[in-house]
């Protein structure tokens, strides 16, 4: 949040203080009135170009370590990543060396084919599909219609069961996993699909967090719906849903993920490798008692992060477009 | 990763299979038992209940036989091995069709036949570590493997430092498979440039003799050291104080001479902080194949990978010794067990699976694939191994040093044991602290471990 603004105010400046790079000299004097005054000035005009020639801007030791900051943060976030993507690309030797090899000398796709056959990778990534896909749209299905029956319909025990739900929010995933295990099996639903499905779709989280996007819907628009005699479905389809959609988005995002990077409960409910999913997958290819080829692992770490990567990449943008949009409400 | 594990280690908490069992260490020891009270040695070797878990998909060259399931706790190119050896099998005959599914590691395979056994759909066949599967056998999930014992097929066939631990009271749980033990490796290269002795049995003070001289040669600008420790050193503790004449346990008698005890942490102390020609590292073996450190100890089960992975030339010799020399060594490794299931019929296959993978020709075939030992004593004369013998010394360094395999003291068959001697050592190589301490905390909790167990282990003739 506190890096967001600075960015239309440093972008320009960073011509500025390239061109005169000699006066660096006066680093500690930087106070933070100082800086906001001359970050206000800044977007107060017109063109960056006129902005960098005239003297009120903010000092360049601030510029400086504002940008370094910048880049710390932004280092902490893409050197383990650029480090995983480069290495899936290594020969065998470059992966282990100290000082680190950051670039590749040769890129070996070899990792990739070899992550590939060395593990029924084709069925894992099915899997991984059918089961994020399916669980998600379930899990947020039951989120959408039990937030709105929370929000806007009433019945008796609504806080008693809206209480119950919430409470269990509090419940870690462990304690359910033996009886939720005890109960597919019985069921005769290990090593299926609905038994690495269904289990997942009760969530409270995002029944909560949809609930808490709902109570910011205006009643009015409600009103106004079921005066025009939309039913509760139509209200909930037509109204209540649009305005809620960057939260849906939201929630569908953290859910998809979720599902997606699962391990042990797909572990322990599938046993025959057809059934497997993506991050089970990924332990196939690590030896336990031996040696490790790190190319093929780092490969395989690439196949399973990478599409959840795309995902967050697209719907981002939404994302953020949604939350201004809905905002604008009046 | 870490995550996992962390869910992983509740998982196995809830489902009341002890708190360590999580232990990812291929070569660690069982946790507690289930309790003794529950009956192992049950008269029946059947279970009505226990149905056969899912099995995969059958290719239809092996449709119409009786199959069998085997819950491997293999993963990588091990996996792949164990999986040939299981398609050969399926062609060598035309009534069984055994599969096999890789269920992860050891850790693995203890969450999933736990929680199999609570579905009651388990697999025929299971591999666990070392004294691991103690604790089925207390659970009542395994079945003797005597009434299967033949003229060809029996103990006697297999090396038999690895035979006691598969036996509860006079009854077979567990035949040898992938056996292993420590061994240790060093760079025969950077030994044989600096005119080091090669090709020997070291001493732990002759090699930290040999620091000041290791350490003229340098490494990404350091100084190169002699050894790593690690901080999950447990199972080559056993060897360092054989090596130094002592016992961490003898029968419920904790350390019981405390002289040579105290050599060996100060030493180990010592070498990290007065010399600083050893140290603690995060992963030894990358440290060894980077060139940072020239000599680690190891599995057996790790030359195969390590000799393909180093670009100098592998030296592997005995654990180092001291007093005695050279020292006996821990056994380590895994084998195969019998489930008590529904049908008498899946027994009897599963029983010739065990036997086709205990011929000469197989152990033979599965050792010089995958590192582990030769459980078979007739295995050393088939041609492919000896021809491996006759290329690469080092397997024979690795198979020579079996003769010193021993089963480690019977506080170290428990994970907590094994938890507290890496916690003792790592606190010694990494933060240097005092050695009479570190013995005097150590000694209360390996009581404690004993303590805990005093029925299960009394049950199994210690005392």
């Given at each position: ?330 | ?120 759909a388990v697999p025929d066949m299971v591999c666990f570590p070392e004294l691991q599967w103690l604790q089925f056998y207390f659970a009542g999930a395994l079945a003797p493997l005597d009434p299967y014992f033949t003229d060809e097929w029996n103990l006697d066939i297999y090396l038999q430092s690895y035979v006691g631990e598969g036996r509860a009271g006079d009854e077979t749980y567990v035949v040898p498979f992938a056996r292993s033990t420590p061994i240790f490796y060093y760079n025969k290269t950077a030994f044989t ?271």
């Amino acid at each position: 949040m506190t890096l967001l603004p600075t960015r239309p105010v440093a972008t320009p400046e960073r011509t500025a203080s390239t061109q005169s790079a000699e006066s660096a000299g006066s680093a500690q004097s930087a106070e933070s009135t100082q800086s906001a005054q001359s970050a206000r000035s800044a977007q107060s005009q017109p063109s960056p170009r006129e902005r960098g020639s005239r003297g009120r801007r903010r000092p360049r030791s601030l510029t400086i370590g504002l940008y370094a900051m910048l880049g710390l943060v932004l280092a902490v976030f893409a050197v383990p990543l650029y480090w995983l993507f480069s290495s899936a690309l290594k020969p065998e030797n470059e992966i282990y060396t100290f000082p680190l090899t950051w670039v590749p000398s040769s890129l070996e796709w070899g990792n990739f084919v070899e992550a590939w056959t060395s593990a029924p990778f084709g069925a894992f990534l099915r899997n991984s599909v059918i089961t994020t896909v399916v669980g998600t749209a379930l899990e947020i299905g039951v989120a959408v219609l039990s937030a709105y029956a929370v929000a806007f319909v009433r019945f008796r025990g609504k806080m008693l069961v809206f209480a119950v739900m919430v409470g269990s929010l509090m419940l870690p995933g462990h304690i359910t996993l033996l009886v939720n295990y005890i109960t597919v099996s019985s069921l005769g639903w290990l090593n299926t699909y609905q038994g690495l499905i269904l289990p997942g779709i009760g969530s409270a989280f995002a029944m909560f967090l949809l609930y808490q996007q709902m109570r910011q819907v205006p009643g009015e628009l409600v009103d106004a719906a079921s005066i025009d005699g939309a039913g509760h479905l139509r209200r909930m389809v037509s109204v209540v849903g649009p305005i809620c959609s960057p939260m849906i988005l939201t929630a569908t995002l953290i859910v998809g993920i979720g599902k997606w990077n699962d391990f042990v409960w797909p572990l322990i409910v599938t046993s025959t490798a057809d059934m497997r999913t993506l991050p089970i997958g990924l332990m196939f290819l690590r030896s336990q008692e031996g040696y490790d080829s790190w190319g093929p692992v780092m490969a395989g770490t690439v196949i399973v992060a990478a599409p959840m990567l795309v995902v967050f990449f697209l719907a981002q943008r939404r994302i953020v477009g949604g939350i201004v949009s809905g905002a604008l409400k009046g | 990763m870490h995550d996992r594990t962390l869910t992983r280690r509740h998982l196995l908490a809830m489902l009341g299979a002890g708190a360590g069992a999580a232990a990812l260490a291929s070569c660690s020891l069982p946790t507690a038992g289930a309790g003794s009270d529950a009956g192992g040695a049950g008269s029946s070797a059947l279970r009505p209940d226990m149905k056969q878990a899912a099995l995969g998909e059958i290719p239809s060259q092996y449709r119409g036989r009786t199959n069998i399931l085997f819950w491997a706790p293999w993963t990588g190119h091990l996996f792949d091995v164990i999986a040939e050896a299981f398609t050969m099998f399926n062609d060598s005959q035309t009534d069984i069709y055994a599969a096999i599914e890789s269920v992860g590691g050891y850790a693995d395979l203890h969450t999933q036949f736990t929680a199999a056994l609570q579905a009651k759909a388990v697999p025929d066949m299971v591999c666990f570590p070392e004294l691991q599967w103690l604790q089925f056998y207390f659970a009542g999930a395994l079945a003797p493997l005597d009434p299967y014992f033949t003229d060809e097929w029996n103990l006697d066939i297999y090396l038999q430092s690895y035979v006691g631990e598969g036996r509860a009271g006079d009854e077979t749980y567990v035949v040898p498979f992938a056996r292993s033990t420590p061994i240790f490796y060093y760079n025969k290269t950077a030994f044989t440039e600096l005119g080091l002795p090669v090709d020997t049995t070291y001493t732990w003070s002759q090699l930290r003799e040999l620091g000041p001289e290791i350490a003229s040669l340098t490494s990404s600008g350091q100084p190169v050291r002699t050894f790593a420790y690690s901080a999950a050193d447990g199972w080559y503790a056993s060897s360092w104080l054989w090596a130094f004449g002592g016992a961490w346990t003898d029968g419920f008698d904790v350390m019981p001479d405390e002289g040579p005890v105290r050599d060996l942490m100060g030493f180990a102390r010592d070498w990290v902080h007065v010399d600083g020609h050893a140290y603690q590292a995060q992963a030894p073996h990358t440290d060894f194949q980077t060139g940072l450190v020239t000599a680690v100890h190891g599995s057996t089960a790790s030359m195969r990978g390590l000799t393909e992975a180093v670009d100098f030339e592998l030296g592997a010799a005995f654990m180092p010794g001291e007093v005695d020399q050279p020292p006996l060594v821990p056994t380590g490794g895994s084998g195969f067990s019998l489930v008590r299931t529904d049908s008498k019929e899946r027994q009897d296959a599963t029983a010739e699976l065990m036997k086709f993978l205990g011929t000469p020709q197989m152990s033979g075939w599965y050792h010089v694939r995958s590192g582990y030992v030769p459980v078979v004593e007739a295995a050393r004369d088939e041609p492919e191994v000896r021809e491996l013998h006759a290329t690469d010394p080092n397997f024979t360094v690795a198979i020579e040093q079996l003769a010193n395999a021993q089963t480690v003291a019977p506080a170290l068959w428990f994970q907590a044991g094994v938890q507290a001697l890496e916690k003792s050592f790592a606190s010694l190589t990494g933060d240097g602290v005092e050695v009479q301490p570190t013995i005097d905390a150590l000694r209360v909790e390996l009581e404690d471990v004993l303590e805990d167990n005093r029925d299960d282990l009394e049950a199994l003739g210690v005392s």
